[in-house]
T-cell receptor, first 113, second 113 residues
């Protein structure tokens, strides 16, 4: 029972490089989201999706891109990495938008130098 | 602006103490209040509260919601060192620019032996 799987667990990028953080869930959840967690800031929403083909911006979307071509996968792309994007990134999914819990992946620790 | 505020931001107690963590929220179209525990990695789900005054309990942890006063508390009795973690509170709402799950900044609990 895999749940939400994120890869990679750790990544170091140089400023200006691009990369994709992968997120996959096997629970047939419609709602998926990406958060970043910085010290003292809690979890802040980057982008979210309410179903395949539908995405929307969250609180801190600048510098990130997402797509949702399948129910299972929700990759997060960093277009041109900046040191301000150094953070821990979590992908989450839930069955619906209402009264169900969100399940989290194990996180990706990203450092941009 | 929709927001969730947790207090205190950090807390240090000794084993055996009882602690109360606070979470207040101001969100439109409120649906439910969720509590998570975060140790080294991903947040893990503790409770979801949708109705006022009904206590949810799991072992030494319990939580209650007050929808009139817009807050929730998480109680931990007879604390153990394994309770050391960041406790996150999140309000689930219908729609909004922040997706539909807004997190507080968390309370960092340290339990000393």
């Amino acid at each position: 029972n895999a749940g939400v799987t994120q890869t990679p667990k750790f990544q170091v990028l140089k400023t200006g490089q691009s990369m994709t953080l992968q997120c996959a869930q096997d629970m047939n959840h419609e709602y998926m989201s990406w958060y970043r967690q910085d010290p003292g800031m809690g979890l802040r929403l980057i982008h979210y999706s309410v179903g395949a083909g539908i995405t929307d911006q969250g609180e801190v979307p600048n510098g990130y891109n997402v797509s949702r071509s399948t129910t299972e996968d929700f990759p997060l792309r960093l277009l041109s990495a900046a040191p301000s994007q150094t953070s821990v990134y979590f992908c989450a999914s839930s069955k619906d938008l209402w009264n169900t819990e969100a399940f989290f992946g194990q996180g990706t620790r990203l450092t941009v130098v | 602006e929709d927001k969730v505020v947790q207090s205190p931001l950090s807390l240090v107690v000794h084993e055996g103490d009882t602690v109360t963590l606070n979470c207040s929220y101001e969100v439109t179209n409120f649906r439910s209040l969720l509590w998570y525990k975060q140790e080294k990695k991903a947040p893990t789900f503790l409770f979801m509260l949708t109705s006022s005054g009904i206590e949810k309990k799991s072992g030494r942890l319990s939580s209650i919601l007050d929808k009139k006063e817009l807050f929730s508390i998480l109680n931990i009795t007879a604390t153990q060192t394994g309770d050391s973690a960041i406790y996150l509170c999140a309000a689930r709402m219908d729609g909004g620019s922040q997706g539909n799950l807004i997190f507080g900044k968390g309370t960092k609990l340290s339990v000393k032996p």
